[in-house]
Structures are given as C-alpha cells and as structure tokens.
C-alpha cells in the first residue's frame, strides 16, 4: 500500500485515468499536482492528454489494472458502471465523475460491490469542494441562520449538448441528471433528506432528444420542513457560467452568485455569529481540493465529505425529477426507493 500523495519518502500512488474527455483536463492536472504518476486508457484522445500533462498511455483496460493503486473514471455517464465493477473486481479504489451511474440501480451495484469487495468509492461531486458551498453547508449545520425554509439553487451556462452525446436522453440523462445533479445534491446536503420532487423543463424532451437549449426547474420537499428550488439551464453557445444560491432560514439569509461576487454574503437579523467567509473561491481548484481529500482516504485518512451513498442518493434524486418530468406528477422518495429496490 501506499502512503498520501506527497508526502516526504513516501511512494505516490499509481493513478489509472479511465477518459480523456473535457473533464479529465482538470482530473488529470489535479493528480499531478498532488505528484501522482498517472496511466491513461481511452478509446480517443489519450496521446494527446498524455502529452499535455506528462501522462503515460496504456492501450487497454486491463493493462491498466494491472499497474494502478486506483482508478478515476472520467467518461461518458453509461460506461461508469462497466468500469467502476471492472475496477472494484480488480481490488482498486475508484473515483468517478457524476453521476456514478445512469440509474440507482446500477449506482446501488456499484456501491454494493464496493462494500463487498473492501474498496472505497467516492462521487466526484466537485461542489462540495467548492468554497462557498462548502461554508454555506457548514452555517446551516452550526445553526448560523437558524432553521432552514427555503433555498434556491441555479446553474448554467453554455449547452454542451449540440451534436453531441448530451443530445441523448439515454446517454447523458438530460440537463437534470447532468448538470443540475450538482445542485440536488447540494440541495439535500445543505437541507436535509428529500421527502417529495416534482419537476418542469422547457422545451420538454422528445423521442429522446434533449433540446440544445433548455431549463429545467425542479422542486424538493424535506424532512425537515424546508423547500428547495432548483434551476438548470443550458442556454445560447458563449452564455457565460453562472452559478449560485439564496438560503433562507429563520434568522438569517445566505447568499452566493458566481456572477455578482467573489465570496459569500451574510444578512442576519441579529449581531453576526462570527461566520469565517473565503475571501474567494478561487484559492485553489476545488477539483484538486477533492482530489486531495479522495486520495487521503485512499491512503488510510479520513473519510472524504462525499460517499458513495451520497451518490446513489444524487442519482435517485435526479431519476426521480425525470420521472417526474414523464408523468407530470409529484414523486413521493419513500415510494420511489421502494419501486427502484424492487425493480433492481
């Protein structure tokens, strides 16, 4: 076994890069950044990842397998779970980008067989790790706005989806299950568990095609009383990205856009409570702030603020949305759960 990347006469650990795609270019730095060696398998792409970052190429799977502590899976949404149980069969610990799989179904295998198998597995949900967020979740939890009643969640920006696989509702799941997916399971870590969801989009999908440009609106009821609204939007090609929240709670609101400031903004109704606020995301790359808390885990550290349960979670949610979207109808989680679990 290895010890922490970068840490002093400690071996690195040996990372096996499944995808070359557009988010393996902040996977990959990440990695290095941290001194990992890095292999890289992908149908497409991989030399000329390989050069950019000084990467090695493998030309298949199983070569990879063999050579790696542990695999990051950076591709398409329907090669996660063939992947991430090659992986977990191989005794390898697996990062893998959102969503982990296309269905709870195939996201509860992949957590089970890791369970079975002793090896960790960890969501990348980057905005967890990214500053705002992370102290917005921390406020709620430490009470600095009191109870929680409603929050609104929105992101977007500029459609990936002409022309390419997103298009598939099949194969990306749609703007819910691909983009707002962050925002779900933001919802739920700052607010709590999800009793009931109910969605809207426009322009819909139809025979299975995404619209280029589309927003989808969707609606969260928790346990614990609060209600979230969540948008998503791929708008026109050169739309800038936006991202952003308002957290109401009792005694306070907590505000965040990407668009209008740096940091997080704090209206209180009594004296402030001493809320530590970043005074910019961008410190560091919330993706190698990820990176480094997966690979301590690895290494016998603590317990990432991500699992993968909270995946399976996320996709539940997001399959529950687009189903919602298909009957235009509230779905209650509880009875949701209960027909997946028997569907699986």
């Not at 980008?97 to 996201?107: G, I, N, Q, R, V």
Request: negative net charge.
């Amino acid at each position: 076994m290895y010890a922490a990347a970068g840490t002093a006469n400690d071996p690195f650990p040996v990372v096996g890069l499944i995808g070359a795609g557009a988010i393996s270019r902040v996977h990959a730095p990440a990695w290095k950044a941290l001194g990992a060696r890095v292999l890289v398998y992908s149908e497409r792409g991989a030399a000329e990842l390989a050069a950019r970052y000084d990467l090695e190429v493998v030309t298949t799977l199983d070569a990879l397998l063999r050579e790696v502590d542990f695999v990051d899976i950076v591709t398409p949404t329907t090669t996660h779970r063939d992947f991430a149980l090659a992986a977990i069969t191989a005794r390898k610990h697996v990062v893998c980008e959102k969503p982990l799989a296309m269905t709870p179904a195939d996201s509860g295998e992949i957590a089970a067989a890791a369970a079975k198998a002793g090896v960790q597995v960890y969501p990348a949900h980057v905005v967890r790790f990214t500053a705002p967020y992370a102290t917005a979740h921390q406020a709620v939890a430490d009470g600095r706005i009191g109870e929680v009643a409603v929050a609104r969640f929105h992101r977007g920006g500029s459609s990936p989806a002409i022309g390419t696989w997103f298009q598939d509702d099949a194969a990306s799941g749609g703007i819910i299950m691909d983009l707002m997916i962050h925002d779900l399971d933001q919802a739920r870590w700052i607010c709590g568990d999800v009793e009931t969801v109910y969605a809207v989009q426009n322009p819909p999908t139809v025979d299975n095609v995404v619209p280029s440009f589309v927003s989808a609106h969707v609606t969260l009821t928790h346990a614990g009383g609060a209600i979230s609204h969540v948008r998503a939007t791929w708008g026109a090609v050169g739309t800038p990205f936006t991202t952003g929240f308002s957290i109401a709670g009792s005694v306070g609101v907590l505000n965040y856009s990407s668009s209008a400031n740096s940091g997080l903004t704090l209206d209180l109704q009594q004296v402030s409570p001493d809320l530590v606020i970043p005074a910019s995301p961008l410190r560091e790359s919330p993706y190698l702030t990820e990176i480094r808390e997966f690979a301590a885990a690895f290494a016998g550290g603590a317990e990432p603020r991500v699992s993968a349960a909270d995946g399976v979670t996320a996709v539940e949610l997001a399959q529950a949305a687009r189903m919602s979207l298909a009957t235009a109808s509230v779905i209650v989680m509880s009875e949701f759960a209960a027909s997946t679990e028997a569907a699986a």
